[in-house]
């Protein structure tokens, strides 16, 4: 059976719509590994960008696989949320968006474990700013 966890956005739209077209010196290495498709949906003003991480090959009982699949996750996340010039406010948009996808995949997982990682990676990078 292969598992695969959706990491979509749609959250923050003026991050997101701005986001939708990236030049192509923007593009991440992590949008290139990672299949990115991009909706819009009419009862929306919202452009939506997902992907999907596949974990159907990892331990998710062991501490290496949860941190696996947080790696990927996090990949991810850097695909669907481009940062789309240096502003502080992009940086703010970016990170918002960044963080909320990462939260919303690893609640999909169903795992506290998970959870629970993800929680000190994310007390990690806030204590880094």
């Known amino acids: 059976m292969i598992r695969t966890l959706p990491v979509s956005l749609a959250a923050a739209t003026l991050c997101l ?21 991009q909706q819009f949906y009419p009862s929306s ?25 947080l790696d990927r996750i996090e990949g991810a996340a850097d695909a669907v949320c481009v940062r789309y010039d240096d502003t502080d ?6 990170k918002e968006c960044r963080l909320g996808a990462i939260s919303d995949a690893v609640r999909g997982v169903h795992s506290p474990s998970l959870k629970m ?13």
């Open 17 to 37: 719509a701005a986001v939708a077209q990236p030049s192509a010196a923007q593009t991440s290495e992590a949008s290139q590994a990672y299949k990115v498709r």
């Open 89 to 94: 406010r992009a940086k703010h948009e970016y």
């Open 45 to 69: 003003p919202q452009i939506v960008r997902k992907t999907h991480v596949r974990y159907s090959d990892i331990d998710l009982s062991s501490p290496t696989g949860l941190k696996i699949l």
């Open 117 to 129: 990682l993800a929680s000190r990676s994310r007390e990690a990078l806030l204590a880094a700013k």
